[in-house]
């Protein structure tokens, strides 16, 4: 068996991610694009078979959310990222940022129609831009004061405050046609991407083809199909040669096939308990659900667990060696701050944590203090093996310095009721840092899944809004860093509101004559962003 790792390793570390013009990236539309072409000899099979999971049960409207963790492959954005991870032109041929960073001119290319014939102007994209901002969805284009269409290739973003990360709505928000865009575009969605949606059969499999009319590099694929099947089925679809590209489970990588080869690809996608870090005060969320643990409110409780948790354990037994420790949101990104990193697990100074905030063992070993019970629920979701794993694991381990965490198996309608009151497994992971502010900004506290222990510190709020306001990279980077860990010594990575365990690699196994080129490091697994290269796939046979 091979495994292919990712050339790219930890290329987000690269301050190229958030650069502020198309000059700095060393590319232009036509280098991006590589030229358009309308027809393609291909050697291969004309229909690529792919089990990725990935299934969008709200379907394919960039408005509310499709695309935002990887390619939208319908819909066209108005810039990319390379395998690099560099921003490059998509749609937008320029842009430009005011000096005070409130108005983004974004200058689009002429050649690209919507798969209905008509041409993606402009409006379109300021149409799409206040869609989203209005829609309550889940993209994020916070800030957005109006999006104006000053001539039929040229918009204005205007916004009511700088935002360092709004360059990530140019990257993720795919465009949609202001004419098509109405009842059942879910289901139907009408772009300008490489491929357009042909059949969907929920639950079964998903048929696209390639778009004749697409600007850039024709895909050399025909056809793709995506088959929609659980862990077991998709390995078994594998050894029967019925599937190109098979997205496994570490514990399934393990396996070999013959005729595939494994490709184990480095990812931010992480897994990360988030603790209650306020008391039980009766208080009630927007959504009626009680907040608040008087054990894990205790900073020595959360700062012990995180203290005795052997990160590299997890990564060789529970992900197969597929993976790294995680010891923050944005490991090795440019906005990380690398001094916070914690390299070795440590029981015995976690049990001095305990000690010294009168945490003590009782009779059966369990600590206590002030009749409370060092106890708490650790919650994942019941469907996913992975996170059962980490969550008996880490409760092992707790329990070598006397604290019972309970491994709870729970769908995501109980654990959206308990999210606030008891310890959950959540996973994250973006190429965006405005998530790092969502996670642990006090104003984003019970907002949806966003900081569901309602943690809060002033010093961190102005950290992160210094970062988000900044109106360059290297400032919005600094603070970045120091909402992690300030001159001062504070800092949410010494309040452990959430304790990061490990960042998975994402691992396929790949027909042995299918080449998927330079692959990015892959951001959480919500839809597809193994395919965010597909138009370079290549059948080498």
């Known amino acids: 068996m091979r495994i292919t790792r990712n050339r790219c390793a930890r290329a987000i570390a690269g301050t190229a991610i958030l650069a502020l013009t198309l000059a700095a990236c060393g590319g232009s539309a036509s280098d991006s694009a590589g030229g358009s072409t309308t027809s393609q000899t291909t050697h291969g099979p004309p229909t690529l078979h792919l089990a990725i999971g990935g299934e969008s049960e709200e379907g394919f409207d960039?408005?509310?959310?499709?695309?935002?963790?990887?390619?939208?492959?319908?819909?066209?954005?108005?810039?990319?990222?390379?395998?690099?991870?560099?921003?490059?032109?998509?749609?937008?041929?320029?842009?430009?940022?005011?000096?005070?960073?409130?108005?983004?001119?974004?200058?689009?290319?002429?050649?690209?129609?919507?798969?209905?014939g008509t041409p993606v102007t402009a409006?379109?994209?300021?149409?799409?831009?206040?869609?989203?901002?209005?829609?309550?969805?889940?993209?994020?284009?916070?800030?957005?004061?109006?999006?104006?269409?000053?001539?039929?290739?040229?918009?204005?973003?205007?916004l009511t405050e700088p935002r360092s990360a709004f360059i990530n709505r140019l990257v993720s928000l795919g465009i949609v046609p202001e004419h098509a865009h109405g009842d059942?575009?879910?289901?139907?969605?009408?772009?300008?991407?490489?491929?357009?949606?042909?059949?969907?059969?929920?639950?079964?499999?998903?048929?696209?083809?390639?778009?004749p009319d697409y600007y850039g590099e024709a895909p050399e694929f025909e056809r793709v199909v995506f088959v929609f099947s659980d862990e077991d089925a998709t390995l078994a679809a594998a050894r029967a040669g019925e599937v190109h590209v098979a997205s496994v489970p570490a514990a399934l990588a393990t396996h070999t096939i013959p005729g595939m080869e494994l490709l184990s690809v480095e990812s931010i996608d992480n897994r990360a308990i988030s603790?209650?870090?306020?008391?039980?005060?009766?208080?009630?969320?927007?959504?009626?659900?009680?907040?608040?643990?008087?054990?894990?409110?205790?900073?020595?409780?959360?700062?012990?667990?995180?203290?005795?948790?052997?990160?590299?354990?997890?990564?060789?037994?529970i992900l197969e060696g597929f993976g790294s420790p995680a010891t923050g949101p944005v490991d090795g990104a440019p906005w990380d701050e690398p001094s916070?990193?914690?390299?070795?697990a440590d029981p015995a100074r976690a049990g001095e944590l305990l000690e010294e905030a009168g945490w003590l063992p009782g009779a059966d070993g369990?600590?206590?203090?002030?009749?409370?019970?060092?106890?708490?629920?650790?919650?994942?979701?019941?469907?996913?093996?992975?996170?059962?794993?980490?969550?008996?694991?880490?409760?092992?381990?707790?329990?070598?310095?006397?604290?019972?965490?309970?491994?709870?198996?729970?769908?995501?309608?109980?654990?959206?009721?308990?999210?606030?009151?008891?310890?959950?497994?959540?996973?994250?992971?973006?190429?965006?840092?405005?998530?790092?502010?969502?996670?642990?900004?006090?104003?984003?506290?019970?907002?949806?899944?966003?900081n569901p222990g309602y943690y809060g510190?002033?010093?961190?709020?102005?950290?992160?809004?210094?970062?988000?306001?900044?109106?360059?990279?290297?400032?919005?980077?600094?603070a970045w860093r120091a909402a992690q860990l300030d001159s001062?010594?504070?800092?949410?990575?010494?309040?452990?509101?959430?304790?990061?365990?490990?960042?998975?690699?994402?691992?396929?196994?790949?027909?042995?004559?299918?080449?998927?080129?330079d692959l990015q490091i892959e951001p959480h697994g919500h839809g597809w962003p193994i395919t965010a290269g597909i138009s370079s796939w290549r059948w080498t046979c």
């Open 123 to 158: 409006a379109d994209v300021a149409y799409t831009f206040t869609t989203a901002a209005t829609q309550g969805g889940l993209t994020d284009v916070t800030g957005l004061d109006s999006a104006v269409a000053t001539d039929e290739h040229t918009v204005e973003l205007r």
């Open 184 to 211: 059942g575009y879910t289901s139907a969605p009408v772009g300008s991407g490489p491929y357009r949606l042909v059949d969907w059969q929920r639950g079964q499999q998903m048929t696209v083809e390639r778009n």
């Open 275 to 317: 603790f209650p870090a306020v008391p039980d005060e009766g208080a009630l969320s927007e959504t009626g659900a009680p907040i608040g643990n008087d054990v894990t409110a205790d900073t020595a409780i959360r700062e012990a667990v995180s203290t005795a948790v052997d990160r590299q354990a997890l990564v060789d037994g």
């Open 62 to 116: 960039p408005t509310l959310g499709w695309g935002r963790y990887g390619s939208p492959l319908f819909q066209s954005t108005l810039l990319q990222r390379d395998a690099d991870l560099n921003i490059v032109p998509d749609l937008a041929t320029d842009y430009e940022v005011s000096e005070d960073g409130l108005t983004w001119t974004v200058q689009l290319r002429t050649d690209a129609v919507f798969t209905d």
């Open 457 to 478: 510190n002033p010093a961190v709020d102005a950290h992160l809004d210094a970062a988000m306001t900044a109106t360059d990279q290297d400032t919005a980077n600094e």
């Open 340 to 344: 916070v990193e914690i390299t070795d």
């Open 366 to 450: 369990i600590r206590e203090k002030d009749g409370l019970r060092a106890q708490f629920d650790l919650v994942y979701p019941a469907s996913d093996s992975l996170r059962q794993g980490l969550a008996v694991s880490v409760a092992d381990m707790a329990a070598e310095v006397g604290i019972e965490a309970t491994p709870v198996g729970a769908s995501w309608e109980e654990i959206e009721q308990r999210m606030h009151t008891d310890a959950v497994l959540f996973g994250w992971g973006s190429h965006d840092p405005t998530e790092m502010y969502n996670l642990y900004h006090s104003s984003q506290a019970g907002v949806g899944y966003w």
């Open 488 to 517: 001062d010594g504070g800092g949410f990575s010494t309040d452990y509101p959430w304790v990061w365990l490990v960042n998975l690699d994402h691992t396929y196994f790949v027909d042995e004559c299918l080449d998927l080129g």
